[in-house]
């Protein structure tokens, strides 16, 4: 496959991640930050909200497990995950987040344990194709850039 068609199919991936729903324009604003001094950036954004996610949700699925729920604790936990979630653009998980902080406020539990099983699959379905398409994207290399010759 040559170069082009290869960076073409990185910014059709790129596209689908929109096109889905699964991002947002906080994504597009991380990506603006990326330069050639820190050509990884989102990556390394993306790559530290689910190492730091993954302690939120283990504290979610504990505080669930609970009886009775702690809607205070549960609702804060959310809130983090969802600022967490909304730094990288993750539009459906940040989706998933509001509904379960909905619950929580109504103490409704089994809406909450059903909203979090939602996130979670939303969760993972994002970090999937995100890691997807940053490996595509290491593969196939930046987009060079013409530029005149001195």
């Known amino acids: 496959m040559d170069r082009n068609k290869q960076h073409r199919q ?7 991640l929109f ?11 991380l990506e603006e930050l990326q330069d050639e001094a820190n050509p990884n950036f989102v990556e390394e954004v993306v790559t530290l909200f689910y190492r730091d996610s ?4 283990l504290n979610i ?11 205070a604790k549960l609702d804060s936990y959310m809130h983090q ?8 653009g993750a539009k459906k ?10 619950y929580c406020k ?21 970090r999937k194709k995100v890691e997807t398409y940053f490996q595509l994207a290491r593969q196939v290399g930046p987009v060079e850039t013409a530029c005149r010759s001195k």
């Open 61 to 71: 699925d504990q505080a669930l497990d609970k009886s009775p729920l702690d809607f």
């Open 93 to 102: 998980v940040k989706s998933e987040c509001t509904l379960f902080r909905e």
């Open 10 to 16: 990185v910014a059709l991936m790129r596209q689908s």
């Open 106 to 126: 109504a103490g409704n539990g089994e809406g909450c344990k059903r909203t979090f099983q939602q996130l979670k699959k939303e969760y993972a379905l994002l």
């Open 19 to 29: 096109d889905q729903g699964l991002l947002d324009e906080q994504f597009v604003q």
């Open 54 to 57: 993954a302690r939120l949700i």
């Open 81 to 88: 995950f969802k600022g967490s979630a909304s730094s990288i």
